[in-house]
């Protein structure tokens, strides 16, 4: 049945992708502009309720009044202790390792901010909303959609990124040592390596854009990719009505494989919002801690290595 | 053949997914920002504090356990050292009776010995006395005897010359006697 209302309704690349929502057909909305598609919605409702989340766990995880004796330190609450439970693992265990004890205080509120947005974000699209829209006979959308796998947001969210590590950069090590970390010191080496300056600066410089561009591209892709073979594994039942007999023993078996692979692959989708929400704060967080005083030169090399395992895992 | 038609027809309605939105941006821009903004001030620092109060709470704990226990272990060290000593000052206690037990039985022995050969001493010289005493004694009734069988024998009175003169004849013979 879902399998038909997919095939009905989009390709699998239409069903990852952005499309107006029902707010568009309101004639005040529509003259605004594109302001009402699936994403935009998706956004603000993600937004909205990472905010009432968050606020409502911080609520539970406060530190309750004396009177309370013991009990006043204990997270009360499912939700709270999820929350806790990430924000204590990811600063203490990868983090702070990287950053330090005090940029991570610094640098924590941004950080843990992209991560919950993008993985809230990321879990909603996980959800079939379009798909129940057709089960219910609405070829118009309320809302629904991954709005991570949109490159606009993921730009959008790389270029908070990308100032956030320049800004960082340029308040540890000024505009001159901005620069001489771009020539990776080579100013002050020997003569005979100034040649290879103008190359090397070349490469750090285009490097400070790359790294933006290549956080925005790796989360959309993966959210764009892993969708779309959800959506395509779902429609195989019904493509496969083509050329087998409805209802026979081969199509029921491809049904009923196809069935079982995507419910795997939604797990791993599962998984995968949450590692690509990691990745994109992580990096970031690598990201900025390359940007810092010399004395974290030789620590700079165990980020460069653990930065490139966690960019090989995508 | 229906299916082709619908792919066809979508694909051909498909927009590029590369295709830059800047309604969209900027939605993600203005919606991120708000939400940033509220968490930086209303959600992290309550987290964080939450955190920090609870970890310093553990952290008290831990230490005042361990204050707990160096003081408890002082407190034992303190305990066997009073014990030490009190086990000290009862042995020398239990010496110090034993040596005035020993000094007592001692000074009481010495003064019995001491006693007992005064008395000795004493009960020699009062046997001495007495024998002394009657020895004079058997002189004396002796040489009234001796002078009463005498006279009568002599039918005549003898004078204090005569009794003297046979007294110590009759000392003199009792002498040799060994009496």
């Known amino acids: 049945m879902l399998s038909n209302l997919l095939l009905a309704a989009d390709t699998p690349l239409g069903h990852v992708l952005n499309r107006k929502s029902m707010w568009s057909d309101i004639s005040w909305v529509g003259e605004i502009g594109d302001v009402a598609s699936l994403h935009e919605i998706m956004l603000v409702l993600g937004g909205v309720l990472l905010v009432l989340g968050l606020i409502f766990s911080a609520s539970r995880i406060r530190t309750g009044q004396e009177s309370e004796g013991n009990a006043r330190y204990v997270t009360r609450g499912r939700l709270a202790q999820i929350v806790e439970v990430m924000v204590v693992y990811l600063r203490d265990e990868m983090v702070q390792p990287i950053l330090g004890e005090k940029q991570t205080r610094r640098w924590l509120p941004f950080l843990f901010s992209i991560f919950f947005f993008i993985l809230v974000l990321n879990l909603m699209g996980l959800l079939p909303l379009q798909d129940l829209h057709h089960l219910f006979g609405l070829h118009h959308f309320l809302l629904g959609g991954t709005a991570t796998a949109n490159i606009n947001v993921t730009a959008t969210l790389a270029l908070f990124a990308f100032v956030a590590i320049q800004f960082h950069s340029f308040r540890e090590l000024g505009f001159i040592g901005w620069l001489d970390h771009l020539t990776c010191g080579l100013m002050k080496g020997p003569k005979g390596l100034l040649l290879v300056v103008p190359i090397v600066f070349a490469v750090e410089f285009a490097g400070v854009f790359i790294k933006p561009v290549a956080l925005a591209i790796r989360l959309f892709a993966n959210m764009m990719g892993g969708h779309i073979l959800l959506a395509t594994i779902i429609m195989l039942p019904s493509m496969a009505q083509l050329g087998l007999e409805p209802g026979g023993g081969a199509w029921f078996g491809v049904s009923i494989a196809t069935g079982s692979f995507a419910v795997a692959l939604t797990f791993l989708e599962l998984f995968v919002a949450f590692l690509q929400a990691f990745v994109f704060m992580f990096l970031t967080a690598v990201f900025i801690s390359l940007m810092s005083h010399e004395e974290h030169e030789d620590e700079d090399h165990d980020v460069d290595e653990v930065a490139a395992e966690v960019a090989a895992i995508h | ?179």
């Open chain 2, 1 to 179: 053949m229906s299916f082709a038609l619908l792919l066809a027809a979508a694909d051909g309605a498909a927009p590029n997914p590369m295709q830059p939105n800047l309604w969209v941006a900027g939605t993600a821009l203005v919606v991120f920002s708000i939400a940033f903004g509220t968490l930086y001030i209303k959600v992290w620092p309550i987290i964080t504090k939450g955190l920090d109060d609870r970890n310093d709470k553990i952290l008290g704990e831990i230490k005042g356990a361990e204050d707990a226990r160096a003081q408890a272990k002082e407190a034992l060290a303190e305990y066997e050292q009073s014990l030490a000593k009190a086990r000290e000052q009862a042995q020398q206690t239990i010496a110090e009776a034993k040596a005035e037990a020993q000094r007592l039985g001692d000074e009481m022995k010495a003064s019995n010995e001491r006693e007992l050969a005064e008395r000795m001493a004493r009960a020699k010289a009062d046997i001495e006395s007495a024998r002394k005493a009657a020895v004079a004694d058997i002189h004396a009734n002796a040489s009234e005897l001796a002078a009463a069988v005498a006279s009568r024998i002599l039918k005549r009175e003898i004078n204090s010359a005569d009794q003297a003169t046979l007294v110590a004849e009759a000392l003199g013979e009792l002498d040799g006697a060994g009496v």
